[in-house]
């Protein structure tokens, strides 16, 4: 294999002055420019629908879809994410965490028959139905299972 030396080979640095050099450095430039203009709409197009998803679950939860602009991008769009960013910032908004399991939690009675009918409605089968009240309340297994029965 033959060698080179520095000395080999002719001065090509004369070239970069020329007319094609800087039309080609024009160019690239123009390129760059409208790289940076695309680059800077796509980012504002992925703040917008993160926040405008964001904001639908925020809506979902029964929260100001405003608040959507506070969260940060690098959080997912998803419930669980949202739900997790809330229970450690939503102090700064107002917001507590609300904790389903915890002992002094009833669920609402008539939210309960409303789901009940609804279910009902959507073809579910009546518990009730077939059943004679001397047999209801004698598998009554609690105080309150025989309230509720004669409630009804």
């Known amino acids: 294999m033959a060698e080179y030396t520095e000395y080999d080979f002719e001065d090509d ?3 970069f002055g020329t007319d094609l050099v800087k039309k080609l450095r024009k160019q690239v430039d123009l390129l760059s420019k409208e790289i940076k203009e695309r680059d800077q709409v796509i980012e504002e ?3 917008y629908s993160h926040e405008a998803s964001v ?3 925020l809506a979902g939860f029964g929260l100001s879809p405003k608040i959507a602009q506070f969260i940060p991008a690098e ?3 998803d419930e669980d994410s949202i739900s997790e960013w809330l229970t450690e910032y939503g102090e700064a908004f ?4 609300v904790d389903e399991s915890e002992a002094g939690y009833e669920p609402d009675a008539d939210a309960q028959s409303f789901e009940q009918i609804s279910d009902f409605e959507n073809g579910d089968i009546d518990p009730n ?4 009240i001397s047999s209801l309340i ?5 105080p309150e299972e025989l309230t509720n029965f004669l409630k009804r």
């Open 13 to 15: 640095t004369s070239d």
């Open 45 to 47: 197009f992925q703040t």
């Open 55 to 57: 904001g639908e679950i």
């Open 75 to 77: 959080i997912e769009a």
């Open 94 to 97: 107002g917001i507590t965490a």
């Open 129 to 132: 139905v077939g059943r004679d």
């Open 138 to 142: 004698a598998n009554a297994t609690s």
